[in-house]
Nanobody
Framework: QVQLVESGGGLVQPGGSLRLSCVAS????????MRWYRQAPGNERELVAA????????TYADSVKGRFTISTDNVKNTVYLQMNSLKPDDTAVYYC????????????WGQGTQVTVSS
């Protein structure tokens, strides 16, 4: 079973930046797509960004496009979410998710990390 450990959340002022990290217990990026989700109080969990490092494909939610960047470091088995120009609406719990590229329904989740954007 893949273990995912997230870090990097915290309190930041509007316009500020944070970088979230998700460390996998093993190298998985050749067989899993990596995704970041977020869930704000009262809202459904939504996809923020995703990356398939094998194909170099990335996608972003319209609300974060141009501000957030997802990337991987294969040596460190880590996926990052660089968040710039943060807004109060970005406040949510952010989750790292690994989805198997070939086995339907096989995925793993991190524990979540709180991001709060407030002055």
């Amino acid at each position: 079973q893949v273990q995912l450990v997230e870090s990097g959340g915290g309190l930041v002022q509007p316009g500020g930046s944070l970088r979230l990290s998700c460390v996998a217990s093993e190298f998985i990026f050749s067989t899993y797509a990596m995704r970041w989700y977020r869930q704000a109080p009262g809202n459904e969990r939504e996809l923020v960004a995703a990356i398939n490092s094998f194909s170099s494909y990335t996608t972003y939610a319209d609300s974060v496009k141009g501000r957030f960047t997802i990337s991987t470091d294969n040596v460190k088995n880590t996926v990052y979410l660089q968040m710039n120009s943060l807004k109060p609406d970005d406040t949510a719990v952010y989750y790292c998710n690994a989805v198997h590229l070939y086995r339907v329904g096989v995925d793993y989740w991190g524990q979540g990390t709180q991001v709060t954007v407030s002055s």
